[in-house]
Every structure is written in C-alpha cells, then in structure tokens.
Nanobody, 120 residues
Framework: QVQLVESGGGLVQPGGSLRLSCAASGSIFSNYRMAWYRQAPGKQRELVAAITGGGSTNYADSVKGRFTISRDNAKNTVYLRMNSLKPDDTAVYYC??????????????WGQGTQVTVSS
C-alpha cells in the first residue's frame, strides 16, 4: 500500500504565500511523475504543476511565475511553493503520483487533499 499525505494548506491573504508538502509512504520502489491538482467549488479538477523523476516541470498558465514545484526523491516528497496568491487560487489541492511499488507494478495515487483559501 502507498499513502500520499498532504500538508501546508490554510487561510492566507491575497498576495501571501504558502508551501504545500506531499509525502509518499509505503511499499515504494521508485517515484516517477508527481503533480499537484486543484479543484474549486463547482469546477473540474485541474492540473496545477507537475515534475518528472528527472526534475522537468510544467505549470498551468494561470500559475506560471507564481508557483514552483520541487521534489526531494530521498524523502519521496513533492512541494508546491505558492507566491502572490489570488482569491482565484482558492481550492482543494491534491497531490498525485505515479509510483512503482515493490511488486513491480506502477500505479497512480491521490492524496486526500488540503484546503487553500485566499481571502482578506
């Protein structure tokens, strides 16, 4: 079994910053792509940022220049640094990862989500 546990969400004023963390644990052999998605009320879940095992990144246009995704492979952890936050960034943020487990299978996993609210 593999678990993804997010942390770091909360309430922040417009223009503020937050850092989200997502730690993977369990029967992990190796991590591949890790990503952050978000879902606002009444909207579809959307990709925010992704990072490959080699460190290549891609971002949604709406967060380019404001958010930075990074990873620590030794800790099986992915981070999302969010600066210059806007009310439109308010959503539940979900961690997602492609992980090869010790049996050899590669599966896709989701975290439980962490709420980010940007409001004055």
């Amino acid at each position: 079994q593999v678990q993804l546990v997010e942390s770091g969400g909360g309430l922040v004023q417009p223009g503020g910053s937050l850092r989200l963390s997502c730690a993977a644990s369990g029967s992990i052999f190796s991590n591949y792509r890790m990503a952050w998605y978000r879902q606002a009320p009444g909207k579809q879940r959307e990709l925010v940022a992704a990072i490959t095992g080699g460190g290549s990144t891609n971002y949604a246009d709406s967060v380019k220049g404001r958010f930075t995704i990074s990873r620590d492979n030794a800790k099986n952890t992915v981070y999302l640094r969010m600066n210059s936050l806007k009310p439109d960034d308010t959503a539940v943020y979900y961690c997602n990862a492609d992980i090869r487990i010790t049996s050899g299978a590669v599966n896709n996993y989701w975290g439980q989500g962490t709420q980010v609210t940007v409001s004055s």
